[in-house]
């Protein structure tokens, strides 16, 4: 099958190696839990060779303006592993993949193909699903305030799922939507979330009777319940009484003449926590919701988050001597920031954590190096984490890595002091123009939401891989 460039900033990489196509597993012995781990082993791999494919094509002192750009490496075998997780884990809750984290064209297609449905927010998102040849019935619109022309848009687009929490939206949707099936999004408790959303949507349970009385009076069609405990969620109990507030408000629905029939459990999920929070969440809805009852869900960050590696190259270094102390530490300056896909420091909370990302492109000596960061400092262990072969005896003897770790603050490429990605960063190599940093888990709320602030470019190149021949098979890779 041909290659599938779906712009020309988009670059898929196949066939890696024939060990890879041909030493693949099945999805039953995914189920069965064995092959979860080497899955992800063998995905380490196939990163490391496409990082390292693509900086080799790559002398940063002679080529073109841009072509030193940092780029994602994105793993589409991850998404599908968390795919066959999430049915493992919550059989009865239908995921709608919040297009918001990440509308990566591939990704789309991807979870399109595996039966997902979609949450979309905005004309764009929704525009962007039904490109694909999603059946509108699969979009939930899940914006409570949502922009009149946007509303007229899916009415003639026929997507009919949306979200509400107050009158005056009800009595938007009565005049442009009024066929629309509306979920009725509930506030909930998200103090022990990354980004809390509560503040900002969701009817406090002192309302929802009123809210219900007013759209029977406006002959509207409520047919179940939203809500969202807070993106990057921790605390399990915050599903618990979500839950149970739903069921409140379904029996509320009932009394006054409305039969619910679906519970929407929002998103709010990540794969770290995800084996404790599923279970607590999946016990919850079968305690208070028979199965005739559909259960969707709003997942984002869970799905991508880990499934995009992001590479930067460094542009420049400034030297700090520290005359007091007889120190020496570096100022590294990469060619992505905070205006960047590092926008997710700034608005989604997170700590990317950097990696030497050593390449056998060495020509002029430049210090790229094994990658193993400060596991005092908390970071990756060299023999878990590692994309890249050891070091060789010759570097070694050249004494590029010094084991005294070297003090490092690493910046983006803008003109504003608030650009910064790490204030204090120790490794045990020593980093010059021109090497490579890698960061793992760049996949939720990071491309989405850069800027070309300063001019520098928004649009970064995504090589493909997939560590999964299920998925490959899916996305005609
Ligand atoms: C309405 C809605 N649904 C789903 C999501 C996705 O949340 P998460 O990425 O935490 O799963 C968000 C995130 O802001 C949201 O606002």
């Given at each position: 099958?041909?290659?599938?460039?779906?712009?020309?900033?988009?670059?898929?990489?196949?066939?890696?190696?024939?060990?890879?196509?041909?030493?693949?597993?099945?999805?039953?012995?995914?189920?069965?839990?064995?092959?979860?781990?080497y899955?992800?082993?063998?995905?380490?791999?196939?990163?490391?060779?496409?990082?390292?494919?693509?900086?080799?094509?790559?002398?940063?002192?002679?080529?073109?303006?841009?072509?030193?750009?940092?780029?994602?490496?994105?793993?589409?075998?991850?998404?599908?592993?968390?795919?066959?997780?999430?049915?493992k884990?919550?059989?009865r809750?239908?995921?709608?993949?919040?297009?918001?984290?990440?509308?990566?064209?591939?990704?789309?297609?991807?979870?399109?193909?595996?039966?997902?449905g979609f949450?979309?927010a905005?004309?764009?998102?929704?525009?962007?699903?039904?490109?694909?040849?999603v059946?509108?019935?699969r979009?939930?619109?899940?914006?409570?305030?949502?922009?009149?022309?946007?509303?007229?848009?899916?009415?003639?687009?026929?997507?009919?799922?949306?979200?509400?929490?107050?009158?005056?939206?009800?009595?938007?949707?009565?005049?442009?939507?009024?066929?629309?099936?509306l979920?009725?999004?509930?506030?909930?408790?998200?103090?022990?979330?990354?980004?809390?959303?509560?503040q900002?949507?969701?009817?406090?349970?002192?309302?929802?009777?009123?809210?219900?009385?007013?759209?029977?009076k406006?002959?509207?069609?409520?047919?179940?319940?939203?809500?969202?405990?807070?993106?990057?969620?921790?605390?399990?109990?915050?599903?618990?009484?979500?839950?149970?507030?739903?069921?409140?408000?379904?029996?509320q629905?009932?009394?006054?003449?409305?039969?619910?029939?679906?519970?929407?459990?929002?998103?709010?999920?990540?794969?770290?926590?995800?084996?404790?929070?599923?279970?607590?969440?999946?016990?919850?809805?079968?305690?208070?919701?028979?199965?005739?009852?559909r259960?969707?869900?709003?997942?984002?960050?869970?799905?991508?988050?880990?499934?995009?590696?992001?590479?930067?190259?460094?542009?420049?270094?400034?030297?700090?001597?520290?005359?007091a102390?007889?120190?020496?530490?570096?100022?590294?300056?990469?060619?992505?920031?905070?205006?960047?896909?590092?926008?997710?420091?700034?608005?989604?909370?997170?700590?990317?954590?950097?990696?030497?990302?050593?390449?056998?492109?060495?020509?002029?000596?430049?210090?790229?190096?094994?990658?193993?960061?400060?596991?005092?400092?908390?970071?990756?262990?060299?023999?878990?984490g590692?994309?890249?072969?050891?070091?060789?005896?010759?570097?070694?003897?050249?004494?590029?890595?010094?084991?005294?770790?070297?003090?490092?603050?690493?910046?983006?490429?803008?003109?504003?002091?608030?650009?910064?990605?790490?204030?204090?960063?120790?490794?045990?190599?020593?980093?010059?123009?021109?090497?490579?940093?890698?960061?793992?888990?760049?996949?939720?709320?990071?491309?989405?939401?850069?800027?070309?602030?300063?001019?520098f470019?928004?649009r970064?190149?995504?090589?493909?891989?997939?560590?999964?021949?299920?998925?490959?098979a899916?996305?005609?890779?």
């Amino acid at each position: 099958m041909a290659p599938i460039f779906l712009d020309n900033t988009t670059q898929e990489y196949k066939n890696w190696s024939e060990k890879t196509n041909t030493d693949t597993h099945s999805v039953s012995d995914f189920l069965s839990g064995a092959d979860q781990k080497y899955g992800a082993k063998q995905a380490k791999e196939m990163i490391g060779n496409a990082l390292q494919k693509h900086i080799q094509t790559i002398d940063p002192s002679v080529c073109e303006p841009g072509d030193e750009d940092a780029f994602f490496v994105a793993d589409l075998g991850d998404v599908y592993r968390q795919h066959l997780r999430w049915k493992k884990n919550l059989p009865r809750i239908t995921p709608h993949f919040a297009v918001k984290c990440n509308p990566d064209p591939m990704v789309l297609r991807l979870l399109a193909a595996l039966g997902a449905g979609f949450d979309c927010a905005s004309k764009a998102e929704i525009e962007e699903v039904l490109k694909i040849g999603v059946d509108p019935s699969r979009i939930i619109y899940a914006q409570p305030c949502k922009t009149q022309s946007y509303l007229r848009y899916t009415v003639k687009q026929n997507v009919r799922q949306m979200t509400f929490d107050n009158t005056d939206e009800l009595y938007k949707i009565k005049q442009i939507a009024p066929d629309a099936e509306l979920f009725l999004r509930i506030f909930t408790d998200d103090s022990a979330s990354l980004c809390r959303l509560s503040q900002k949507f969701g009817a406090s349970m002192e309302n929802t009777q009123e809210l219900l009385t007013l759209a029977k009076k406006l002959d509207l069609n409520v047919a179940g319940v939203a809500f969202h405990v807070g993106s990057g969620a921790s605390d399990p109990s915050a599903f618990r009484k979500a839950v149970s507030d739903a069921r409140i408000v379904f029996d509320q629905a009932a009394a006054l003449g409305y039969q619910l029939h679906t519970l929407d459990v929002g998103g709010g999920f990540m794969s770290d926590t995800f084996d404790v929070m599923a279970p607590v969440l999946g016990q919850a809805v079968d305690d208070n919701f028979p199965s005739s009852v559909r259960i969707i869900a709003e997942p984002g960050r869970y799905y991508t988050s880990s499934a995009f590696t992001l590479a930067c190259n460094v542009i420049a270094r400034r030297t700090v001597e520290d005359a007091a102390t007889g120190t020496k530490s570096y100022m590294l300056y990469m060619n992505d920031g905070v205006y960047g896909n590092f926008s997710s420091i700034i608005f989604d909370h997170q700590h990317p954590v950097p990696q030497v990302l050593r390449t056998t492109y060495n020509k002029d000596g430049f210090n790229y190096s094994f990658s193993e960061s400060m596991t005092d400092s908390g970071y990756a262990s060299a023999e878990e984490g590692r994309l890249t072969p050891p070091l060789d005896n010759d570097r070694a003897t050249n004494n590029v890595v010094t084991r005294n770790p070297i003090e490092y603050s690493i910046w983006g490429p803008t003109c504003d002091g608030i650009d910064c990605i790490s204030s204090s960063w120790s490794s045990p190599e020593t980093l010059d123009i021109g090497d490579w940093l890698y960061f793992d888990d760049m996949g939720a709320y990071t491309k989405c939401s850069a800027t070309r602030f300063n001019g520098f470019t928004d649009r970064h190149m995504t090589v493909y891989i997939c560590s999964e021949a299920g998925a490959r098979a899916l996305v005609g890779m």
